[in-house]
């Protein structure tokens, strides 16, 4: 090393001793060859220079940015004196040149260390498909080794076995991919929205920057600036989207907490609306699991309701009218023409496409008559208290009877009616069926649905009237029928008043209205024995002889009926076939139900969310 310092030192010298040469001699252009040549020799000893210098740093200096002349030996300062490490480190080269390989040595390492973590990460992959290949190529092993034991259809009935198998693993692992898949889709979206909405405070701040002359003052947010809403220009194909964790949280927050007086200022029946929207969406992207199991959860979750209130007449009634909506969704929407020809095109072209889902419109159908049949069983048990005071009792015309009972009939205070003493009335009648009529119409119940349940309704009253008429001989008698009639006719009058006249309700009642005019009408002669059997049709022969063997006089001027004229009128019943052979009406009867196809004209579309309804994660698509 010393013996280079000395040779570059002399270089330096005769390359000065050139330059004065050249500066004195005519030979300039041979010289100024010699010196380029020098020069180049001079470059290369230098670099050598440069490397020895690099080498001796990193064997003698560690971790240090200068030299310690302190801490060196007296070898070391015989080998390298102050003066030479001076020249040594003449300009920072050294400094620079340690810097630099330290560097160097930095990335080389990190380099290494990415290397060796990448090799071990493909050896554990090696790794771990061979275990498997090895755990695969033992399994093949005993599948041939049981192959070759059993006959031949057992061996194909393995192999089918075998294929299910590997298919369904493979069908995991699809699964597993599109999850992955979707996650990474959800998260986009999540950046998506949030640039959007950046983007839209952008904008809303560029506006409030410029507003326009004149304009009044907008109206502030919470954090005191301008409140903007974006207006937005898509167009909406009647679904809604949700994702398959959410379906729990749906059913939840549309039908299980869902309380019928929270829905009252909402559209009739929106949770409908909504399922079906949400089945849509699912049929369009081709989910069956999706469909099967929103459908399920569904009937699920309103038996569930049911089955906790079920005395509640307005969450019965709100999920009949619920129910058979979305069975008339799934008819109007199901693509058959029987159905379809009241649509408009838009209608139409939010048909279902996939799937037919006709069995489970039978299980929603199935389900709507359950629902009504513990409708008419609330009903029944509301009016059943009332059906007596305030048909038979109470005397809704004051001073017919006189406050007279029938002769030889004790005195019954206790269950005479009367409202001021908080017994119920025929007034008390008339109100709850209002209150029944103006549930089932906020809840956008069907109105031939709502006709067959007071046709229901009025049978009840009807036989309850009847059945007890037959069996108090104190009710029989000329006042009381009248009484019975008058009660009836405001019972059609609030038909009438309901629009209800052509609902069978009132048809319903006839055989009480036969009763009250056979306890008013003549009873003497044979001409009135003919009158008899030819008005009151609906009442059976027994209830008519019943009646006239109970009929008794409250006063003098009132006959009782006579032997003779019951006689002529078994005799001409005798020729009656009745319907009927019990004196009793059927108090359990009810007519068949039926749901008629009640399109609907609003677009899916146009359908918006409350947000009382707590289903912020449904996505209009």
């Not at 440069?50 to 015989?78: C, F, P």
């Not at 630099?100 to 493909?122: G, P, V």
């Amino acid at each position: 090393m010393t013996d280079l310092v000395e040779e570059n030192k002399k270089l330096k010298n005769d390359i000065t001793n050139l330059r004065q040469a050249v500066a004195d001699s005519n030979t300039e252009e041979e010289l100024v060859k010699q010196l380029d040549v020098l020069t180049e020799e001079l470059m290369v000893r230098r670099d050598e220079v440069l490397t020895l210098k690099t080498s001796m740093v990193d064997q003698n200096i560690e971790n240090s940015d200068q030299w310690d002349k302190e801490t060196m030996t007296d070898l070391d300062l015989y080998l390298y004196p102050p003066e030479y490490l001076e020249s040594l480190n003449e300009d920072g080269e050294l400094m620079q040149a340690y810097l630099t390989q330290k560097e160097t040595n930095r990335l080389l390492e990190a380099q290494m260390q990415a290397s060796k973590k990448n090799s071990e990460f493909q050896e554990q992959e090696l790794r771990n498909e061979i275990a498997a290949l090895k755990e695969e190529n033992i399994r093949q092993q005993k599948l041939l080794g049981q192959n070759l034991q059993l006959t031949p259809e057992a061996r194909i009935e393995a192999n089918l076995q075998h294929e299910i198998t590997r298919l369904t693993a493979d069908n995991l692992d699809l699964r597993e991919e599109v999850e992955n898949h979707e996650k990474q889709q959800r998260r986009l979206k999540k950046q998506i929205k949030i640039l959007m909405k950046r983007q839209n405070m952008q904008g809303g701040d560029q506006s409030a920057l410029t507003p326009d002359a004149g304009s009044e003052p907008s109206p502030k947010d919470d954090e005191g600036g301008p409140h903007v809403k974006t207006k937005d220009d898509r167009v909406f194909m009647g679904m809604l989207e949700y994702r398959k964790e959410d379906e729990q949280k749906l059913i939840k927050n549309l039908i299980i907490d869902l309380k019928p007086k929270s829905a009252v200022n909402m559209l009739p029946g929106l949770p409908a609306y909504i399922l079906f929207m949400c089945i849509r969406h699912a049929d369009y992207i081709g989910d069956d699991n999706k469909v099967k199991s929103l459908l399920t959860g569904t009937i699920n979750g309103i038996k569930r309701v049911l089955k906790k209130r079920n005395e509640d007449f307005e969450t019965v009634s709100f999920w009949l009218a619920n129910t058979c909506r979305l069975l008339h969704n799934l008819k109007q929407y199901s693509g058959e023409d029987s159905f379809a020809n009241q649509n408009n095109k838009q209608q139409n072209e939010h048909c279902l496409r996939n799937f037919d889902l006709t069995e489970y419109r039978q299980v929603l159908s199935d389900l709507a008559v359950h629902i009504y049949q513990m409708m008419i069983k609330i009903m029944e048990s509301k009016l059943q208290p009332m059906i007596v005071p305030g048909m038979l009792e109470h005397e809704a015309i004051p001073g017919v009877s006189g406050g007279a009972r029938p002769t030889g009939m004790r005195q019954r205070t206790q269950s005479i009616s009367d409202e001021m003493g908080g017994r119920y009335t025929l007034n008390s009648i008339l109100k709850q069926l209002s209150v029944f009529h103006s549930i089932m119409t906020t809840h956008g119940m069907d109105p031939e649905l709502v006709k067959q349940t007071f046709r229901q309704t009025f049978y009840i009253i009807g036989a309850g009237t009847l059945n007890n008429l037959l069996l108090r001989k104190e009710m029989c008698h000329w006042s009381k029928g009248m009484q019975i009639r008058y009660n009836v006719s405001q019972l059609e009058e609030w038909c009438r008043d309901h629009h209800l006249s052509d609902s069978g309700a009132i048809q319903s009642l006839e055989p009480v209205i036969q009763a009250a005019q056979l306890l008013q009408v003549n009873k003497k002669t044979e001409e009135d024995a003919k009158a008899i059997c030819d008005t009151c049709k609906k009442l059976s022969s027994q209830q008519i002889i019943k009646i006239l063997n109970l009929y008794t006089p409250v006063n003098e001027f009132e006959e009782r009926v006579s032997i003779s004229f019951i006689r002529i009128i078994q005799a001409r019943l005798k020729e009656r076939k009745d319907i009927q052979s019990t004196l009793l009406l059927d108090t359990k009867f009810s007519y068949p139900v039926t749901f008629p196809f009640n399109p609907s004209s609003l677009q899916l579309d146009s359908i918006q969310l409350p947000e009382a309804l707590n289903v912020t994660f449904l996505r209009k698509v």
